[in-house]
Structures are given as structure tokens and as C-alpha cells.
């Protein structure tokens, strides 16, 4: 059963705190993408990767970090340094060998800072 | 800039159709996506249109004049089911996705 899973549905911390937020797909795809959504807005991209051991910073990677060890994982940190880290967080993938590069959602992560 | 425009908030009635417009500027395109995404949950693909014309698939068709910079998702025999928000976003020259703000679908019986 191929998917994107993300743990866990619903976060919640302290302020000042760091937490990573899991995200693993066994759909076999190179590039893997972290969004946040906040209500009212557009998806905005954290941070990406399209091959293992390598990422790009996205439009909003301040406070934020990744990793990229496996091509079936890409865990991201939220830090102490991010302003205003309560959002939903997406996670998605896509096949870069399609010639329509469709990304692939996975649940979401609720993170809340108290 | 870059930007993608749709309406905030569309009302529909039960077994109606209804048309979800979508404007767009930006540095190049490689095409465009509709997704759809319930309350508290993730988006989930719909159509993608990289020449001009109309994709039938089902209930849903997708519509794109890149001339115009502009798609619409018309959606017919409207369900309850089908209350969620509606996504454009456009694939640039870079092949980055530019996201719109959603258009939320509200349909009354």
C-alpha cells in the first residue's frame, strides 16, 4: 500500500521548544517537499529535496531545517528561531521522472506552540 | 511577482454546477493543478493541463488558455461530498509550483 505518512497528526509544544515532524513515502520518489498552510493563504514552500544527502531552501526556510539521509525520508525540524511555528504542515513527493511532476500529499501535521 | 487568483468563498447548490475560476502570472509555465482539500485534511490531485483546452475526467474538467493566463474547474452534479477548498497552482519556468489561496466550495442542499 503505497502512501506518505506523516507523524503525528497533531503536535503540540512548548514555546522555545524544537520538534521535528516525520515524513516517509515508499512510493519510490526522488523529490520530496515541505509546505506550510496557513488559513487564508497559499501552500508556502519550506524546504525541498530531489535527490538523497541534498535540499534547497523554499520561500519561508528561516527557522526551519532538514534532512535527506534516505530517499524514503525527509524529517523537519522546527526550531526555536521560527516566529510563528503554529501552521499545518504538509509534506509531499512527486516522481521527477513523469513529465508532469505532480507532488503527492501526505496527511498533514497540526502543530501547535503554547 | 508571481501570482495566482481565485475567489475566497463560491456557494453552489445540490446537483448544480459550478465554475471555479483561476487567473495566473507567472515566470514561465509548465502547467497547472487543481487540487482538492477537505477541512483538516491534505490536498488531493484532481487534473493537471499543460496545453490549451478542456480535460474532462468524470464529474470534474479542467479548462486552459495559457494565452489568457487562465484555467477554470467546473464541477458538475454537485455532491455534499464536494464542499471542500479547490487549489490552483501553477508549475514555473523552474519548475517550481506557485500556489493560490484556495477558493472554499460551500454546497447548500
Known amino acids: 500500500d503505497g502512501g506518505i505518512t506523516q507523524s503525528p497528526k497533531y503536535l503540540f509544544r512548548k514555546e522555545g521548544q524544537n520538534v521535528t515532524l516525520s515524513c516517509e513515502q515508499n512510493l519510490n520518489h526522488d523529490a520530496m517537499y515541505w509546505y506550510r498552510q496557513d488559513p487564508g493563504q497559499g501552500l508556502r514552500l519550506i524546504y525541498y529535496?530531489?535527490?538523497?544527502?541534498?535540499?534547497q531552501k523554499g520561500d519561508i526556510a528561516e527557522g526551519y531545517s532538514v534532512s535527506r539521509e534516505k530517499k524514503e525520508s525527509f524529517p523537519l525540524t522546527v526550531t526555536s528561531a521560527q516566529k510563528n511555528p503554529t501552521a499545518f504542515y504538509l509534506c509531499a513527493s512527486s516522481d521527477l521522472e513523469t513529465s508532469t511532476d505532480t507532488q503527492y500529499f501526505g496527511p498533514g501535521t497540526r502543530l501547535t506552540v503554547l | 511577482g508571481q501570482n495566482i487568483d481565485q475567489p475566497t468563498e463560491m456557494t453552489a447548490t445540490e446537483g448544480a454546477i459550478v465554475q471555479i475560476n483561476c487567473t495566473y502570472q507567472t515566470s514561465g509555465f509548465n502547467g497547472l493543478f487543481w487540487y482538492q482539500q477537505h477541512a483538516g485534511e491534505a490536498p488531493t490531485f484532481l487534473s493537471y493541463n499543460v496545453l490549451d483546452g478542456l480535460e474532462e475526467k468524470g464529474r470534474f474538467s479542467s479548462f486552459l488558455s495559457r494565452s489568457k493566463g487562465y484555467s477554470y474547474l467546473l464541477l458538475k452534479e454537485l455532491q455534499m461530498k464536494d464542499s471542500a477548498s479547490y487549489l490552483c497552482a501553477v508549475l514555473n519556468s523552474n519548475y517550481q509550483l506557485i500556489w493560490g489561496a484556495g477558493t472554499k466550495l460551500i454546497i447548500k442542499p
Open positions: 529535496s530531489q535527490i538523497v544527502n541534498d535540499f
